[in-house]
């Protein structure tokens, strides 16, 4: 399985954006796919999470801002971004746990840069 992220650039404070990964590869259920980001000197965090291609969770810090979709005829996901802050500035990456399998499957990352 691979994962190629895209859609990552420079935007103005509440403006919006749409990260693209798309996915090559087979994926068994269950699985978790996932919208990670992180800064330099932080953390990874997971901003959302989609569970078996149904239920998206998002975290506290981007509830009602973003939406996480997901295209299967295309075999792409999508993080669609709103209301974007300069806090939200950080390399986002798309990531595949496939639960059968036991394994995990990380994208580049796609650079989004806010300014204010």
């Known amino acids: 399985v691979q994962l190629q992220a895209s859609g990552g650039g420079l935007v103005q404070a509440g403006g919006s954006l749409r990260l693209s990964c798309a996915v090559s590869?087979?994926?068994?259920?269950?699985?978790?796919m996932s919208w990670y980001r992180q800064t330099p000197g932080e953390q990874r965090e997971a901003v959302a999470q989609?569970?078996?291609?149904?239920?998206?969770s998002y975290g506290d810090s981007v509830q009602g801002r973003l939406i996480f979709s997901r295209d299967v005829a295309k075999n792409t996901l999508y993080l669609q971004m709103n209301s974007l802050k300069p806090e939200d500035t950080a390399v986002y990456y798309c990531?595949?746990?496939?639960?059968?399998?036991?394994?995990?499957?990380w994208g580049q990352g796609t650079l989004v840069t806010v300014s204010s």
């Open positions: 989609m569970v078996n291609g149904g239920s998206v």
């Open positions: 990531v595949v746990n496939d639960l059968r399998m036991l394994k995990n499957y």
């Open positions: 590869g087979t994926i068994s259920t269950p699985n978790v």
